[in-house]
């Protein structure tokens, strides 16, 4: 069983559209990472967090650490953000750095 | 800064063949990490580097992977013999020492192998 969940796995919407993608873990953590993944292979750390909210640029990521849930929202969206989106945590107890347990991410396709 | 660099970007072998990933990590940064992404899922630590010593090497197939990071520096990850299901993109990624606390780690662009 995946200890980190990501919904939806696909979202397709159109340029322009507030688009919400969503990650629940099951025990405490120390950190948890928005990444972005395109085509080919890279990875891009959006975000990497502990508490509360950031913002990026139209990217904002949000943590309730109670709920041990965490979104990712996207603002006025636009092709080029098409993407995998993952999200992955560094658990509280025990574990490299490097040993982050990841979601299997959420494809997101932005329509002109 | 420039970035974590990788190569080759995609590689095709057959089975049983040998193959070799090279990653030369952002300046400075003392951790490397080698992660295995099959294809759908989330990427897996395979071994994680401080400097030039192993930290966490525990979910790389020792039977036939190897990697080392001699100088502290850049690093290789090996395959010797492959296996179709070694079939993923290999990432490297690399981050300030980790007792700097919950530092953010930067991906290379991966390298891409087909096993046939």
């Known amino acids: 069983k995946n200890e980190v969940e990501q919904s939806p796995q696909n979202l397709t919407a159109q340029e322009g559209e507030f688009i919400t993608i969503n990650c629940s873990y099951s025990?405490?953590?120390?950190?948890l990472h928005w990444l972005q993944q395109h085509p080919g292979g890279g990875i891009v750390s959006l975000f990497m967090?502990?508490?509360g909210k950031k913002k990026h640029g139209r990217l904002i990521a949000t943590i309730n650490i109670q709920e041990k849930h965490s979104s990712l929202h996207i603002t006025a969206s636009h092709p080029r953000d098409s993407a995998v989106y993952i999200c992955?945590?560094?658990?509280?107890?025990?574990?490299?750095?490097?040993?982050?347990?990841f979601g299997k991410g959420t494809k997101l396709s932005v329509k002109p | 800064e420039a970035g974590v660099a990788q190569s080759p970007r995609y590689k095709i072998i057959e089975k049983r063949q040998s193959v070799a990933f090279w990653c030369n990590p952002i300046s400075g940064h003392a951790t490397l990490y080698w992660y295995q992404q099959i294809l759908g899922q989330g990427p897996k630590l395979l071994i994680q580097f401080q400097n030039n010593g192993v930290v966490d090497d525990s979910q790389l197939p020792k039977d036939r992977f190897s990697a080392e990071r001699l100088k502290g520096v850049d690093s290789t990850l090996k395959i010797q013999p492959a296996k179709l299901e070694d079939s993923a993109v290999y990432l490297c990624a690399s981050s300030l020492a980790p007792k700097l606390g919950n530092s953010p780690l930067h991906f290379g662009n991966g390298t891409r192998l087909t096993v046939t």
């Open positions: 992955a945590v560094r658990w509280l107890y025990g574990g490299s750095q490097g040993n982050l347990i």
């Open positions: 025990v405490g953590i120390s950190a």
């Open positions: 967090l502990s508490s």
